[in-house]
Structures are given as structure tokens and as C-alpha cells.
């Protein structure tokens, strides 16, 4: 019998290999964690290498995802011409701002080419329990973990920490790897907030919401529970507050979606930015603290501190604004970018009502995310993200591919005739 797979195919008929996109999707997640073991363990490393391996892992993405469809190339280009005409307008060459938005297209379309949620299993699955396998050896052997991968030292060699800001109470670990309250997620495991093979606690907190919305929307997945566990535990691990809140949230959500219409969901982000702004030049509260009103004091003050020109994407000034992803996401592309890579995100259609959902869930962690984090841009938990919405986005329905799955005589003779 021919697989539903098969007659879903494109229509230059090819695929992906599989092996090859489970060998990207890992590569996206652990290639920071093997720079890390060079770095402690061999030689040193730099911010050109750190690069290179990122194009390195895009460029493999693009090559896999563009098939003979012609869609994507004209996305491609529109994006470079603009691309391009930002930076002809601001002195300054910023292949970053390229490179960030090049990984959601890359590893979309990679997702739309395969097309198979099964694989898409397979992919969370195994990046799940790699995630949790590193983060308990990490919890469990700290001491040997930071003999074999010293993060902060590696953060210092590519140029993300000055060595003035390292800080001694953390050790070898990211500045986040310590709690400096109280633990908010089972408390007795203490202080430490596991970073696994990303390094620091904030993605890996990132990455389990992700599992747990993919798994939320794959009610038919084999082995679905071990997949969520392991999400579920990569925010335990990281103690990750803002993970545990977005499973809550993209639950409300993805009960919700089908009572939403789309503009909803594409006013979303500009209706957050603009309360942000309101309440950054309304408030006169001062004092900082480190939960999440402070958060979003400290991001609306960052929104309302970009200049006009910023707010288009022409400012030659790149202030630190990784606190903020809306603050970040104007400063890069420009408002009129924002809203064009927003609309393209919401308004690419689905094969599925289930898509939507699951799409649902993906627009309300981004939007929850860019309030505290630029992190979104991040390729170790972007790569997969954007492969699992292509990947959701392109599948067809359950009952469509049970019909595909059928010969031609087994079905009604009302649907053998293509009327499906």
C-alpha cells in the first residue's frame, strides 16, 4: 500500500532525507555545546567560528527547503532587497540583522519540504531527551560538567561577556545559571538552574514550552508523553518561570483558536508594542525588580528609548536591547519590516484547522517571549520551532491523508473519481 507520505509529495516528488534533517535540527542545537568543549578542552574559538557554523547550518536549510516552487525565492529576494535598502540607508553593515531573520525562513521552508509530522515526532523527541539528558548530567555532576564545558569562559571567547562582567558566585556558569532568589519550580532542588546543551537556563526554559506546544497539538504522536515529559522537565531543570506561564497561556490559546479570527493574532504584537509604549511614557515608577512587572517596566523603557529613526531600522546605533525582542526587532528591521514578516507568519495558509492551532500556540509564545528576551532570533531553539510550524503548516489533514492512503478502488465511488 503506498504511504499517505508518498502522496503528499511535491511536485519535483522529492524529499528531504530524513537522517540529514534530524542531523540538522541536532547540529542547530548542540553545535554552541561543542564550541564550548573545544574551547575548554582544545583550542580556542572566536566569533567568526561561532558565525561560520551558523551559515554553515542556514545555508544547509535553504539548500534542503527550496524546492521548484517559486514562492520561496520571491520571499527570498523581497527580504534581501530590503535588507538591503537598510542598510544602504544607515552607515553601518549588519550581517546579524540578515542573519536573524534568515533562520525562520530557512528552517520553515526545510519543515514544508518534508511535510511529515512524523518526522517532526522524531525530531522533538530526540532533541528532547538530549536536552534533558545533558541538563541532569549538568545537575547532577556540575563539577564534571564545567570540566568538560566552561560556558562563561567559552561567552568570553566569542565576544558575548566582557571578562569585567563575569561574575564569581556563578563560576564557570552563565550568569543566569544561579537563581539568585528563590527557586520557583520544585524549590529543594536549590539554586541551580540547569543551561544543558545551550548554555544557559533561558533557552532551555524556551525550548520545553516549544515541546509542550507541539506535543499539545499532536494528539496522535507516538510516544507523545515521554516527548512532553521531556519538555516539561527542561523547564524544571532551567527552573524556567517563563516557560512553565507560556504552557498555561498556549493552552488558553489553543483552546481558544477557533473562536479567534486571524487579524486577532495579527494586531497581537503591534497591540502589545504600542501598550508598551503608553506605559513607558506614562509611568513614573522608577524601582526595578527582577519578576515580571520589572520585566516589562524595563522593556517598555527600553521600546521608548529608540529613537525615530530606530523605530524604521535606520539608526546606525546597536544599543543593548536583548531585553526586550520588540525593542530589538525595530532596531533591526524596522517597524514596516516588524509587520511585514508578521503578516507573512500569520497569513501563510494551512493545510489543517490543527495547524492553526498549533499556530496559535507558536504566535503566543513569540509574543511572550519578545517581552523579556530577544531570544526568539536565537537559531538553538529557533531551527526547530520554524520546522515544526513548516512542518504543521504543510501536513494535510488527518482524514485527507487516511484518503491518500487508500487505492483508488477502495474508496466511494463519489471520491475515486478525485473529487477529494
Known amino acids: 500500500m503506498t504511504s499517505a507520505r508518498d502522496h503528499v509529495?511535491?511536485?519535483?516528488?522529492?524529499?528531504?532525507?530524513s537522517p540529514l534533517t534530524l542531523a540538522l535540527l541536532v547540529g542547530a542545537l548542540t553545535f554552541n555545546t561543542a564550541l564550548c568543549f573545544l574551547n575548554?578542552?582544545?583550542?580556542?574559538?572566536?566569533?567568526?567560528?561561532?558565525?561560520?557554523?551558523?551559515v554553515l547550518?542556514?545555508?544547509?536549510?535553504?539548500?534542503?527547503?527550496?524546492?521548484?516552487?517559486?514562492?520561496?525565492?520571491i520571499v527570498l529576494a523581497v527580504f534581501m532587497s530590503y535588507a538591503a535598502m537598510l542598510m544602504a540607508m544607515r552607515p553601518l553593515l549588519d550581517p546579524k540583522a540578515v542573519r536573524d531573520f534568515l533562520i525562520p525562513?530557512?528552517?520553515?521552508?526545510?519543515?514544508?519540504?518534508?511535510?511529515?509530522?512524523?518526522?517532526?515526532?522524531?525530531?522533538?523527541?530526540?532533541?528532547?531527551?538530549?536536552?534533558?539528558?545533558?541538563?541532569?548530567?549538568?545537575?547532577?555532576?556540575?563539577?564534571?560538567y564545567v570540566k568538560y564545558f566552561n560556558i562563561i569562559k567559552y561567552y568570553v571567547a566569542r565576544g558575548t561577556v566582557a571578562p569585567s562582567d563575569v561574575k564569581a558566585d556563578t563560576g564557570a556558569l552563565f550568569a543566569s545559571g544561579m537563581r539568585p532568589d528563590a527557586r520557583t519550580l520544585?524549590?529543594?532542588?536549590?539554586?541551580?538552574?540547569?543551561?544543558?546543551?545551550?548554555?544557559?537556563?533561558?533557552?532551555?526554559?524556551?525550548?520545553?514550552?516549544?515541546?509542550?506546544?507541539?506535543?499539545?497539538?499532536?494528539?496522535?504522536?507516538?510516544?507523545?508523553?515521554?516527548?512532553?515529559?521531556?519538555?516539561?522537565?527542561?523547564?524544571?531543570?532551567?527552573d524556567s518561570r517563563f516557560g512553565a506561564n507560556v504552557c498555561i497561556v498556549a493552552t488558553l490559546a489553543w483552546l481558544l483558536a477557533p473562536r479567534t479570527p486571524r487579524f486577532v493574532w495579527l494586531a497581537a504584537p503591534f497591540f502589545?508594542?504600542?501598550?508598551?509604549?503608553?506605559?513607558?511614557?506614562?509611568?513614573?515608577?522608577?524601582?526595578?525588580?527582577?519578576?515580571?512587572?520589572?520585566?516589562?517596566?524595563?522593556?517598555?523603557?527600553?521600546v521608548t528609548s529608540l529613537s525615530p529613526s530606530a523605530v524604521w531600522?535606520?539608526?546606525?546605533?546597536?544599543?543593548?536591547?536583548?531585553?526586550?525582542?520588540?525593542?530589538?526587532?525595530?532596531?533591526?528591521?524596522?517597524?514596516?519590516?516588524?509587520?511585514?514578516?508578521?503578516?507573512?507568519?500569520?497569513?501563510?495558509?494551512?493545510?489543517?484547522?490543527?495547524?492553526?492551532?498549533?499556530?496559535?500556540?507558536?504566535?503566543?509564545?513569540?509574543?511572550?517571549?519578545?517581552?523579556?528576551?530577544?531570544?526568539?532570533?536565537?537559531?538553538?531553539?529557533?531551527?526547530?520551532?520554524?520546522?515544526?510550524?513548516?512542518?504543521s503548516d504543510a501536513a494535510p489533514d488527518a482524514a485527507e491523508a487516511e484518503l491518500t492512503a487508500e487505492p483508488v478502488g477502495a474508496r466511494p465511488h463519489y471520491l475515486a473519481a478525485g473529487t477529494v
Request: hydrophobic residues 50%; charged residues 15%; proline residues 4%.
Open 186 to 238: 520544585l524549590p529543594f532542588l536549590g539554586p541551580h538552574r540547569a543551561s544543558s546543551v545551550f548554555l544557559e537556563p533561558i533557552s532551555t526554559g524556551n525550548f520545553g514550552a516549544i515541546i509542550y506546544i507541539w506535543c499539545l497539538n499532536r494528539k496522535e504522536m507516538n510516544k507523545r508523553w515521554l516527548t512532553m515529559a521531556t519538555g516539561i522537565g527542561a523547564i524544571i531543570l532551567s
Open 9 to 17: 509529495a511535491d511536485a519535483d516528488g522529492s524529499q528531504p532525507p
Open 40 to 54: 575548554t578542552n582544545v583550542m580556542g574559538v572566536n566569533d567568526t567560528m561561532v558565525m561560520g557554523s551558523e
Open 57 to 73: 547550518l542556514v545555508a544547509t536549510a535553504l539548500y534542503l527547503g527550496l524546492g521548484r516552487n517559486v514562492a520561496p525565492y
Open 313 to 391: 531600522g535606520l539608526s546606525p546605533d546597536k544599543p543593548f536591547l536583548s531585553d526586550s525582542g520588540y525593542a530589538y526587532s525595530l532596531n533591526q528591521i524596522g517597524l514596516i519590516g516588524a509587520i511585514g514578516f508578521w503578516s507573512l507568519f500569520i497569513f501563510t495558509p494551512e493545510r489543517s484547522r490543527r495547524a492553526w492551532r498549533f499556530k496559535v500556540c507558536v504566535a503566543t509564545y513569540i509574543c511572550l517571549l519578545m517581552l523579556v528576551s530577544d531570544s526568539v532570533y536565537s537559531i538553538k531553539t529557533a531551527a526547530l520551532l520554524w520546522f515544526l510550524t513548516g512542518t
Open 105 to 144: 525562513i530557512a528552517f520553515y521552508l526545510l519543515g514544508q519540504s518534508c511535510r511529515d509530522p512524523r518526522l517532526a515526532d522524531r525530531a522533538a523527541l530526540i532533541s528532547g531527551l538530549i536536552v534533558v539528558a545533558f541538563g541532569l548530567f549538568e545537575f547532577l555532576a556540575l563539577d564534571v
Open 272 to 302: 502589545v508594542l504600542a501598550g508598551l509604549a503608553i506605559y513607558g511614557f506614562t509611568s513614573a515608577e522608577v524601582s526595578w525588580q527582577n519578576n515580571f512587572s520589572g520585566r516589562l517596566l524595563w522593556t517598555a523603557r527600553l
